[in-house]
């Protein structure tokens, strides 16, 4: 069965930092990945999809992630962090066919002035 | 996502009442999801639904829970004889059919609905 494992449930930045969230994966097949974000009270919005295609992803919002098989990571990426940016964020994976998505436990970005 | 629309937004159930929660996926979805989401723990899949059936019920308790997705109408996921323990919110997420067949499998989530056990 696939896993996400998100590394940190709280990460904090300066505004204008780098943010770098981790999510590594476990699956027998080709996964499909994803990052969703999710700010409080509401539901969770897509951020990118990695779908074997092109391994680096850009999404919105000015975030990115790099899909490296050999490490099993699909790690989100931002040069600059901007205060709307915190929220939670979510990795999930899932194989083709009938099959949930799996989420990672979530890591939580806030960012400080 | 706002086309995945749930209702209620918020519902408070005292201990052995019974919580409905309802599901409308965007249009042309006819694949249905219910996640659980509690603090520090992230979303837990609990069912996979299409129309008329279900496909995966492995995350769902083996008591007290049940899920439907009719042909006509909304999925609904029912909580029988509510425990605080059921406080959460729950999460309703769509998908065309047919993953890996031109679709890239990701999921269309609703606002969610906060249920409050007292």
């Known amino acids: 069965a696939q896993s996400v494992t998100q590394l940190g449930s709280h990460v904090s930045v300066s505004e204008g930092a780098l943010v770098l969230l981790r999510c590594n994966y476990s699956?027998?097949?080709?996964?499909?990945l994803f990052w969703y974000v999710q700010y409080p009270n509401q539901g969770l919005q897509l951020l990118l999809k990695y779908t074997s295609a092109a391994t680096l992803v850009k999404g919105i919002n000015g975030f990115e992630a790099e899909f490296k098989k050999s490490e099993t990571s699909f790690h989100l990426t931002k040069p600059s962090a901007h205060m709307s940016d915190a929220a939670e964020y979510f990795c999930?994976?899932?194989?083709?066919?009938?099959?949930?998505?799996?989420f990672g436990k979530g890591t939580r970005l806030s960012v400080i002035a | 996502n706002a086309d995945v629309m749930q209702n209620p937004r918020h519902l408070v159930r005292r201990r052995g009442q019974e919580a409905r929660l309802r599901c409308s996926p965007m249009?042309?979805?006819?694949?249905v999801y219910w996640y659980r989401q509690l603090p520090e723990e992230g979303l837990k899949f609990m069912v996979y639904l299409q129309k008329e059936n279900i496909i995966d019920e492995s995350g769902m308790p083996k008591e007290r829970f049940s899920a439907e997705f009719p042909k006509e109408g909304p999925s609904i996921l029912r909580i029988q004889q509510v425990v605080r323990g059921d406080s959460a919110a729950y999460f309703c997420?769509?998908?065309?059919?047919?993953f890996g067949q031109g679709t890239t499998g990701e999921l269309f989530f609703g606002e969610g609905s906060r249920l409050t056990v007292l």
């Open positions: 999930a994976v899932r194989i083709v066919g009938n099959t949930p998505l799996v």
């Open positions: 699956s027998s097949v080709p996964p499909y």
């Open positions: 997420a769509s998908s065309p059919p047919s």
């Open positions: 249009k042309g979805h006819s694949h």
